[in-house]
DNA sequence: ATGCCTGCAAAGCCTTTGCATCTGC
DNA sequence: GCAGATGCAAAGGCTTTGCAGGCAT
């Protein structure tokens, strides 16, 4: 079993934490980034990454791995669901309780829904017979 | 209306597209790069870039942007989903005809599946403005 | 005091691009 | 012949990492 580390609440990532909560746009590291600049005007990228991806792994945010753009990242933790614009590649959010909508006419949080991507998760067979 | 391009079929293209339907692993460009050039021991990275970007414009391929890894590249466009492995990244396909399988259960093409990723794509109100 | 964290900068990985040359049509 | 394609190499975008010093506990 392997002891993970002991956490320090520092003030870059307080401020992190708090400007992730503050918006619901789904930013990217480097939004983030210009963001925390305001208020630490000595904040460096590779920090904002690292809190980022700390703040992840404690399950305090969430690290969304959108399929083939930048990653984003997101305050809010409840059970949810992304939509991303193919052209732009912002993200909103749509609620994981509605029922399954008419795809073509659907409207979430500005955006006009008109697809659906979706990939299987597991292991594979060589991944799995080294664990 | 905007005139597409005369495309060529060179020796090139051929090969990468002869390897890229031999093989079921869903490779990488840089996989097929390295089997490309066992028959053309002086094609160039870019070229094999440019050619899966022009065969899956054409829609000859398609071009997978799993979610947050290295973009893959499959030779079949038969209606079928993927699994990733969420260790190594390999990818597998998955049926489109199946019934909803149990994911506890499921196995498919040597994967152990257990989660779904889902996406929903669509355009944002600016982007959509703006067309 | 300890060891986690930071800023800075450099490196890493994947992908795209500029350019002179070559080649399919 | 000429537009499109190639090889090479450099640059680009995003992310990670090594290091010396700094700070929360």
Same mark, same amino acid.
């Given at each position: 079993?392997?002891?993970?580390?002991?956490?320090?609440?520092?003030?870059?990532?307080?401020?992190?934490?708090?400007?992730?909560?503050?918006?619901?746009?789904?930013?990217?590291?480097?939004?983030?980034?210009?963001?925390?600049?305001?208020?630490?005007?000595?904040?460096?990228?590779?920090?904002?990454?690292?809190?980022?991806?700390?703040?992840?792994?404690?399950?305090?945010?969430?690290?969304?791995?959108?399929?083939? %753009?930048?990653?984003?990242? @997101?305050?809010?933790?409840? =059970?949810? /669901?992304?939509?991303?614009?193919?052209?732009?590649?912002? #993200? $909103?959010?749509?609620?994981?309780?509605? %029922?399954?909508?008419?795809? @073509?006419?659907?409207?979430? =949080?500005? /955006?006009?829904?008109?697809?659906?991507?979706?990939?299987? #998760? $597991?292991?594979?067979?060589?991944?799995? %017979?080294?664990?």
């Amino acid at each position: 079993m392997t002891a993970s580390p002991k956490r320090r609440m520092t003030s870059q990532r307080r401020i992190i934490l708090e400007e992730l909560r503050k918006t619901k746009s789904h930013p990217t590291a480097d939004e983030l980034y210009v963001v925390a600049r305001k208020r630490l005007p000595r904040i460096s990228l590779g920090t904002v990454y690292r809190n980022l991806d700390q703040l992840a792994e404690t399950g305090e945010i969430l690290k969304l791995e959108m399929c083939g %753009s930048q990653k984003r990242f @997101d305050g809010s933790t409840h =059970d949810h /669901f992304h939509v991303r614009c193919r052209i732009c590649g912002r #993200v $909103g959010d749509v609620d994981a309780t509605l %029922s399954l909508p008419d795809l @073509d006419r659907f409207k979430a =949080d500005q /955006f006009e829904i008109n697809g659906l991507y979706m990939e299987f #998760v $597991g292991t594979c067979a060589g991944c799995e %017979s080294r664990e």
